[in-house]
């Protein structure tokens, strides 16, 4: 149902009402929004990175097929955008201190009760964080995917252009490498 | 079912992808290896840390503001960049540090070791040690003296 909506959306937007954007742009803003916070770790990177994102979108949006799916091809040039945030210029890298992992902790969990429980969960939460940022950026994308973003092996496989078969080694590799990481961080408290 | 296999198929199993055929012997696996199990307890924890993670939403007036950038014809930051340019500024930095580097060796060679000696000497400005002849404290004690003996 979406996804003909979304291509209704596109059909309008290649026959001249540019105004349509809009309208993907408020479908898909928060979860590219998450998923740039979750690959980038500072929340104004991952603004800037959301906001090129949809730029480039519109930009290239003429050039979509409709055999692909909408979301999917945004989560392509939402990954490669925070790829190259991640691959910023030298100077960028040397005046910008880097807060990775640090900003992820941000309301409390309301479903927690005592406050040994809330501290607990936002420890767990900010080891999480800081393991992710450890992971290398391949596995780092595909854990993401998969499990903040919720999309099967198949459709990880079309934003990353690799095979399904990859997409399952890498899941699990990096479940394994974060086994271990958070069980170092567990161990350091 | 072999430890190897039965660990490439403990994400599979998590994410539900596990094909029915073997499903049963996946669990049969884990409920007579402690090591296997171990590891796959600990994806499931992993699984349920996630399921708990932050959700963002993006900032109030997000949307607005893309279509401003886009109406005032934003460029999008990085693209297009060639990866060559990237490094560019880099280079840029280490020929300027090695260009510093020659150029000083160079204006050093041209001084010779006594007369480089002297210069800083005559440059001295250490009041308690005897002032050396060519110094200007030197000129300036022996236009002194000359005055003192008028």
Known sequence: ????????????????????????????????????????????????????????????????????????????????TCLDYKK????????????EGEEYISEPVSDQPSPEKLFKSKQLGFALSKSLGKLSLKLRTVIILKEIEGLSYEEISEVLDVSVGTVKSRISRARDELRILLKDFTEQK | ??????????????????????????????????????????????????????????????????????????????????????????AAIIVVIVFGILSGSTVLKGYPTDKTRDVMASLSLDVFDSAPPDSLAGAYLAMMEVRNEK
């Open chain 1, 1 to 80: 149902m979406q996804k003909q909506e979304d291509l209704d959306f596109i059909a309008r937007f290649k026959s001249g009402d540019k105004s349509v954007f809009e309208e993907l742009v408020q479908r898909y803003q928060d979860r590219i929004y998450n998923l740039c916070r979750h690959m980038l770790g500072s929340a104004s990177d991952a603004e800037d990175a959301a906001q090129d994102t949809f730029i480039k979108a519109y930009q290239n949006l003429k050039k979509f097929r409709p055999e692909a799916s909408f979301y999917t091809w945004l989560y392509r040039i939402a990954v490669n």
């Open chain 1, 88 to 99: 910023k210029p030298f100077f960028e890298s040397l005046f910008k201190s880097s807060t």
């Open chain 2, 1 to 90: 079912m072999k430890c190897s296999k039965a660990h490439k198929l403990i994400s599979l199993y998590i994410d539900g992808e596990l094909p029915e055929q073997d499903m049963k012997i996946f669990e049969d696996h884990m409920n007579i290896c402690h090591k296997c199990r171990a590891e796959f307890e600990g994806s499931r924890e992993l699984h349920k840390l996630f399921i708990k993670a932050d959700e963002f939403k993006a900032p109030y007036g997000f949307h607005t503001k893309v279509m401003a950038n886009i109406s005032s014809g934003k460029a999008v930051r990085f693209s297009g960049i060639p990866v060559f340019l990237r490094f560019a500024e880099a």
